[in-house]
């Protein structure tokens, strides 16, 4: 079933008049449908509606799959909100899961988080963190505009966890996130100059 969608929606890039087009947000809602509750007659105000642009699709339909796939180990879990923010993907998600699913929940998010930092969010190609006058935006070169944001040498797509240990010691892991394979390796923290 296609849903035709007639309304203006705002994103930073300006005002989009989205009218008797097939919006993707809809479709990955409407093939997600144990993720997403959505109102009839205004998807868009539906909880966990996707507010970025068309470059994340992919990745997004990617986690969704993904948390779909971990769902199977049971338990139930509704999309909040699904935004950019400094550049990169947030995904916020309630839901009572097994420890074995939301550790695949909490991969596939990962996952999608680490992509979105490194792929342009308007046309889904490789890209890099730019600020534009104080809002940060991950783009391609073609996309840029701001001043690239340096990065650390050794640091590209790291992903750093730090969580609490027996006797609230900080426990530091370190993930390479690899676009070409949508995976992480683990770093060893030290050799990037981090001490648990």
């Known amino acids: 079933m296609f849903l035709l969608c007639s309304y203006l929606r705002r994103s930073r890039w300006g005002v989009v008049m989205v009218d008797s087009v097939q919006d993707w947000r809809v479709n990955l809602m409407q093939a997600h449908p144990r993720l997403f509750g959505i109102p009839s007659g205004r998807p868009d105000a539906a909880r ?55 550790a695949k929940v909490d991969e596939a998010i990962a996952l999608a988080v680490a992509r979105s930092a ?42 750093i966890v730090r969580t609490f240990g027996p006797g609230r010691f900080p426990i530091v892991s370190c993930r390479r996130y690899i676009r070409e394979t949508d995976s992480f390796v683990d770093v060893d923290p030290k050799s990037l100059g981090l001490e648990e």
């Open 118 to 159: 490194c792929t342009c969010e308007i046309c889904g190609a490789e890209g890099r963190l730019y600020n534009r006058d104080g809002w940060l935006a991950t783009a391609c070169r073609e996309h840029a505009k701001g001043e690239l944001k340096p990065i650390r040498p050794g640091f590209e797509n790291i992903h």
């Open 48 to 102: 966990g509606y996707p507010n970025c642009e068309e470059g994340w699709r992919d990745l997004l339909e990617r986690c969704c799959a993904r948390i779909e796939a971990a769902l199977a180990e049971g338990g139930a879990l509704r999309v909040l909100q699904i935004k950019e923010k400094f550049g990169a993907l947030r995904f916020y998600w309630s839901g009572d899961l097994p420890d074995a699913a939301k």
